[in-house]
């Protein structure tokens, strides 16, 4: 045995795939939560993360293996969207994960989303598991409530046996399309080598929930000791910066290494420079319970990777979702630190047109400006940027805008990705004559700006 088996940070999962396919319904089935009925229209917006203490899913898949030895203290699990909007959500998880769970309809089979998750996925070599969801949906399922698959399947009448085998053959067929192999779990002895393991799953009657637990648990502490090796040099990225009644604007993290402790002193990344605060409380969740749900906090003294985490501290009003966390150490240089964290903002700034005309550009968090900033570049679309900001569109960036109108008037424009405009906002820009374009979907903004160009010309 590997001699850091007793020295392992939880591993971190990221549960991604279309809409709708159950992703936040399957979490809702470990948890006991009802997050999912929550939701505004039923569809995720926000990324979320949730800690699965190891006890739980010990309990969880007893019956599969009541020997099953855990040596991970837990699971952390990010949930993400699935509708197409948030495809810088579903970058930031899974550009934070270990191991992801790729969810897909058994009755629908790979959609746009599940294709553009699994590109991410394959982008950056992450492994994955694939929860073939809503298994009750076949006609004249028979319920065996939180059962291991196999132990459901059986007692399955010939007709469903047939119909799952075939919408089975056909997904794996879908996945080959894409140059992936796929395999049932429990008959997959390469485990991720060259394929990738489908559980079959139902969130709503729990069929295949053990299955995938274990599965995640043990195939993380198996191939990925090295990986999941506490290190406690702290690494630590913003999810999400959150105003909270109570706590003022708060950033919600994901700590994967490392220890946070209460009054650390920290350097994030801001859209007016770094920000150096010190940690004023560590809260959590409960245990099993969603971080991005109100509810009760734990406060802590000081944290273990890994972790979902809200830290309180001031200062955080322009911190920037997506990038770093830094602690300042005692043998430290703030400067230095500072630097560091305004790293992932320099490489944004340099993409900026240098001679000075061009539109300014707003998006909701660093990972979708650089998503815009790159569309705008390709040759095909070529509008060249002369600002960019994060976070809702205020007076100042039509300031900023406006002084396109005596330079190129057509670049006098503002192009909200993914961000609410202000009313003075908007009443200035009618006032200047500064147009202000808004989609959630990056294509949407280019379809604008180029209509808007055309009349002009005309
Ligand atoms: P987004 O986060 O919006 O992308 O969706 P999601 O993938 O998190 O799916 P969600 O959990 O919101 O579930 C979507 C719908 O499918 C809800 O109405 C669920 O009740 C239903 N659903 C999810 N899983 C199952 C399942 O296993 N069986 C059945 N019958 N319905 C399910
Ligand atoms: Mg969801
Ligand atoms: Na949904």
């Known amino acids: ?154 007692q399955q009448s010939k007709d469903v046996q047939f119909e799952y085998n075939t919408r089975l053959t056909q997904i ?26 489908i559980v079959p799953t139902s969130a709503i009657s729990g069929e295949g929930i053990p299955d995938m637990l274990l599965l995640l648990v043990q195939w993380t502490q198996k191939t990925m000791i090295e990986r999941l090796t506490y290190s406690n040099v702290v690494q630590c990225t913003v999810l999400e910066v959150k105003v909270v009644e109570g706590h003022g604007t708060t950033i919600d993290v994901v700590l994967v290494n490392g220890v946070l402790h209460e009054g650390d002193q920290i350097v994030v990344c801001g859209m007016q420079g770094p920000i150096v605060t010190t940690i004023r409380a560590l809260l959590t969740p409960h245990p099993m319970k969603e ?32 990038t770093s966390l830094y602690v300042v150490g005692p043998d430290d240089d703030v400067e230095d630190i500072k630097e560091a964290a305004m790293e992932d903002m320099k490489s944004v700034m340099s ?52 002084v396109m109108l005596e330079k190129k008037k057509e670049y006098a424009t503002i192009l909200a990705f993914d961000v609410k405009v202000t009313q003075e906002a908007r009443e200035l820009s009618d006032e200047l004559g500064v147009k202000v374009f808004m989609a959630d979907i990056i294509y949407h903004l280019f379809d604008q700006f180029k209509a808007y160009i055309d009349t002009i010309k005309e």
């Open 351 to 402: 993409r900026i047109d240098k001679s000075g005309e061009g539109v300014y550009v707003q998006a909701s968090t660093l990972g979708s400006l650089e998503a815009l900033l790159e569309f705008l570049k390709t040759p095909e679309v070529s509008i060249p940027v002369s600002g960019i900001g994060i976070g809702p569109v205020h007076k100042k960036d039509v300031m900023k805008a406006s």
């Open 172 to 197: 794996v067929t879908q996945f080959k399309e894409q140059g992936i192999n796929t395999e049932l779990y429990y008959k997959n002895k390469e485990m991720g080598k060259d394929t990738f393991s």
């Open 1 to 154: 045995p590997n001699q850091n088996e007793d020295n392992l940070r939880s591993p971190i999962c990221c549960i991604m795939g279309h809409v709708d396919t159950g992703k936040t319904k399957l979490l809702d089935c470990i948890r006991g939560t009802n997050v999912q009925e929550g939701e505004a229209g039923g569809i995720t917006q926000q990324i979320g993360a949730t800690y699965f203490p190891a006890e739980n899913i010990r309990e969880r898949t007893k019956e599969l293996k009541a020997d099953a030895k855990l040596k991970v203290p837990g699971l952390l699990v990010i949930d993400t969207p699935g509708h197409e909007s948030f495809t810088n959500l579903r970058s930031r998880g899974s550009g934070l994960c270990d191991i992801a769970i790729l969810v897909v309809d058994i009755m629908h089979g790979l959609e746009p989303q599940t294709i553009e998750s699994l590109n991410l996925l394959k982008m950056r070599n992450t492994e994955f598991i694939v929860a073939l969801n809503k298994v009750d949906r076949l006609y004249g399922w028979k319920v065996c409530k939180n059962a291991p698959i196999v132990k459901a399947m059986k």
């Open 291 to 322: 971080l991005r749900v109100k509810g009760t906090y734990l406060h802590h003294k000081e944290i273990k990777a890994a972790q979902g985490i809200k830290i309180t501290a001031q200062g955080f009003e322009h911190a920037i979702a997506g």
